[in-house]
């Protein structure tokens, strides 16, 4: 059973660099033909689509971050990853990496992210 | 970006009730919407897909339908397990998908 796991730090200082990484398992990113990516929920609020990768390298990012992100896929480690710069309290929330074809079947448990000097 | 209105925003119901939810796009998006459950703490679960599929292991008494620009989530009879907050979101368009802001069914 395909299972997502989000890693990375709890607390960002404002202006630094948001990084995460998901960690695949019970499937293979590699040769797959989903797409990988991110959505988040700030504290009581709704979802935001980031973006999303395919295996080859492929993507497509929020255009409202798109200046902003990085999203990169490492298939020997089955991961991908998340890269936000220059963070504001207003990237403070919960985090989730996805894997779907438009819609999203399957999500990580969440990673929350609190900016905060 | 597409906007997705979801109403209403709150809904109250009984166990055993009928409950109907709306998501209305700002252009048509043909039949590519899907709706979510999510409950406090949890990762949102796909309930429909492509505007009336039924995602595997869904209950039954959950329906979508509509197409273009307006899609409603009915539940027919309300469960327990059933109070929850519910989103619509579209993937017609990848610049971005874009997410109603939820509707919250709370127990009445």
């Known amino acids: 059973q395909l299972q997502l796991q989000e890693s990375g730090p709890g607390l960002v200082k404002p202006s630094e660099t948001l990084s995460l990484t998901c960690t695949v398992s019970?499937?293979?990113?590699?040769?797959?033909?989903?797409?990988w990516g991110w959505i988040r929920q700030p504290p009581g609020k709704g979802l935001e689509w980031i973006g999303t990768?395919?295996?080859?390298?492929?993507?497509y990012y929020n255009p409202s971050l798109n200046s902003r992100i990085t999203i990169s896929v490492d298939t020997s480690k089955n991961q991908f990853s998340l890269r936000l710069y220059s963070v504001t309290a207003a990237d403070t929330g919960v985090y989730y990496c996805?894997?779907?074809?438009?819609?999203?079947?399957?999500w990580g448990q969440g990673n929350l992210v609190t900016v905060s000097s | 970006d597409i906007q997705m209105t979801q109403s209403p925003s709150t809904v109250s119901a009984s166990v055993g009730d009928r409950v109907t939810i709306t998501c209305r796009a700002s252009?048509?998006?043909?039949?590519?919407l899907a709706w979510y459950q999510q409950k406090p703490g949890k990762a949102p679960k796909v309930l429909i897909y492509?505007?009336?599929n039924l995602q595997s292991g869904v209950p039954s008494r959950f329906r979508g339908s509509g197409s273009g620009t307006e899609f409603t989530l009915t539940i027919s009879s309300l469960q327990p397990d059933d109070f929850a907050t519910y989103y619509c979101q579209q993937y017609h368009d990848y610049s971005p998908y874009t997410f109603g802001q939820g509707t919250r069914l709370e127990i009445k």
């Open positions: 019970g499937g293979s990113i590699s040769g797959s033909s989903y797409y």
């Open positions: 252009q048509s998006i043909g039949d590519r």
């Open positions: 996805i894997r779907g074809s438009g819609y999203y079947p399957s």
């Open positions: 990768i395919y295996y080859s390298g492929t993507t």
């Open positions: 492509q505007a009336s």
